[in-house]
Structures are given as C-alpha cells and as structure tokens.
C-alpha cells in the first residue's frame, strides 16, 4: 500500500519534511568544508609549518650575532633560499653559519666584542696610535744609547703588536682562542684599566671565570703576579705571564667560555653536560667555532 500525502497527519509531514531539508543541506555544507578554497588575496600557511617570519628571525638573529649587523636583502634572500631548498634542516643552517665562519667579518666582530668586554671599548686606532708611539720612542732610546730602555720598550711594543694582528691570527687559525684571549689580558690597555695586583688578578676571574676568586686564590695569584713562587689553580708560577699563561689554559677558562656562549645565545645556563662536553672538546680542538656552530643551528637558537 502506498503511503500518501493525505494518509499523513500534518505534523509527521513536517517532521518527515524537515529531517529530509536537514541531511540534503548537511551534504552541501560537507561539500564545501572539503573544497580546496583559496579566496584572493589570501596566503595558505607553508606546508612546513614554518614562516617566513621564522626564517627572517633566524637569519637576522645569525647575523646580527656573527657579524654585529643586519643581513643585507641579498644575504636575506640567499640564506632563505637555502634553508627552504633543504627543508629547513640542521645541515642547512650548518651550511650557512660555515659560510659565515669563513668570513673575516665574523672574527672582526668577534674581536669588538672581545675589546668591550675587556679593554673598554679601546679600537683598532688606538691600538695602532700606541704602536706607533712605541716605535718612535724606541728610535728615541736607541739613538741615545739606551739599550735598556730600548730592550723594555720592545718588549711591551711585541705586546700590542700581537693584539693588533690577534683577530687575523685567529681568523688564519694560527693561534687557539687560548693565546687569543691571552693577548686581550697581557698588554698595557688592559694592565692601564684594571691598575695594580689585585685589580688585575680580580679582573681575569671576572672576565674568563665569570666569578671572584676566592681569598686563598686572590692572595696566590697576587703573589704570583708580583714575582714571588706561588700555586693557582693546581699550577705553579712566579711571574705575571705565568699567572697569565695559567688562568688562560685551565679547564675552567673553557668552562667560561662555555657559559658565555650559553648566556649570550640561548639565554640560560649550560647543563652540567653541556658545560663538560663542550669545555673539553675546546680543550682539545683551541677552538670554539665547532660548539657555537652546534648552538646557531639549534632548533633553541632557531625557533624551528
């Protein structure tokens, strides 16, 4: 028997009639949800999930670390290019921050931060106005017989001569960050900012421990400072170049290096791990550019 119109109580008919509006206009909805879409003027977000704010973020951050600078558009665009041609991997930002490391800009900017931290702000100029002075005074020494006095000036005159060239050493490597920093501390800027013995010997545990030394190693190492036999940091000595050659070879001074790079990139402390893998790898390489390489490339660092 067919059910007609007539046979149905109205208010059937209307439900019958609504549930039918319902799942016709359910399937059009579907269809629309499911439809690829791209309304003008709209970007889809990148497949990768990552941005190109990101990417902008990364490479002027690289920058502005390693050089002291913005990118230019075309180091910009290069280094974009780059990462997306490699899916953004860790052996591509390895690839650009060793293109970077190459470059003489990195060591240069290296050596201004190096010349803040420790020399307070004193430049090239100034280091080359001192030289020069140097040298005249020696002509001066030598042409009135003073050979003693010609024999002291050369000596603090070798001093500044290696600071000077201590940027292009390193960039050569034909010196380790050991004999780098070394020269930033055995020189007359320095000794002139951080007059006397103790000053000093504060300083060189501020500056390469990132802590005071105790009042044992501070007593120690004035000594040592002042010519008299002395231990600091399980080594002997009885000079000032010996105390010098001391605090720039123990394990600690890697250590401070390690957390400097921690502190200044990622904003925090290294782990006990961290700190030992990476004191002892720059122990035995003389080298920090393999762990900063590891720190730039980062997801931490990067943000992707």
């Not at 990417?55 to 230019?72: C, E, H």
């Not at 010349?115 to 090239?124: C, P």
């Not at 003073?146 to 001093?159: C, E, I, P, Q, R």
Request: proline share 3%; charged share 20%.
């Amino acid at each position: 028997m067919t059910l007609k119109h007539k046979d149905l109580p109205g208010n059937k008919f209307w439900i019958i009639s609504s549930l039918l509006l319902f799942f016709i206009v359910s399937c059009k909805k579907d269809e629309i949800i499911h439809e690829n879409v791209l309304l003008e003027g709209n970007t889809p977000p990148p497949a990768t999930g990552i941005s190109d704010i990101q990417l902008n973020t990364y490479v002027n951050n690289l920058y502005i670390d390693m050089f002291g600078r913005a990118p230019t558009e075309d180091e910009l665009s290069d280094a974009k290019v780059v990462l997306k041609e490699n899916l953004y991997s860790a052996d591509a930002r390895e690839q650009i921050i060793s293109g970077m490391m190459e470059s003489y800009e990195y060591y240069k900017n290296i050596s201004v931060l190096t010349s803040q931290k420790m020399l307070v702000d004193i430049d090239s100029l100034t280091v080359q106005y001192e030289i020069d002075l140097y040298v005249y005074l020696i002509e001066i020494a030598e042409l009135t017989g003073d050979s003693v006095g010609a024999f002291y000036l050369n000596y603090y005159l070798t001093k500044l001569l290696n600071l000077k060239n201590a940027p292009v050493d390193l960039y050569e490597g034909t010196i380790t960050i050991n004999e780098y920093i070394r020269r930033y501390i055995d020189n007359t800027f320095y000794d002139e900012v951080n007059m006397g013995s103790e000053n000093f010997v504060v300083s060189c545990f501020e500056n390469l421990f990132h802590r005071q030394p105790t009042d044992d190693e501070k007593y120690y190492s004035i000594l040592m400072v002042d010519e008299s036999s002395s231990e600091v940091l399980l080594q002997t000595g009885s000079t000032k170049d010996d105390f010098i050659n001391i605090v720039t070879s123990a394990l600690e001074f890697y250590q401070g290096q390690v957390l400097e790079a921690f502190t200044t990139l990622l904003a925090r402390n290294p782990s006990s791990y961290e700190m030992n893998m990476y004191a002892l790898q720059m122990m035995e390489t003389g080298s920090f550019n393999t762990m900063k390489t590891e720190l730039f490339k980062s997801e931490e660092y990067a943000g992707f």
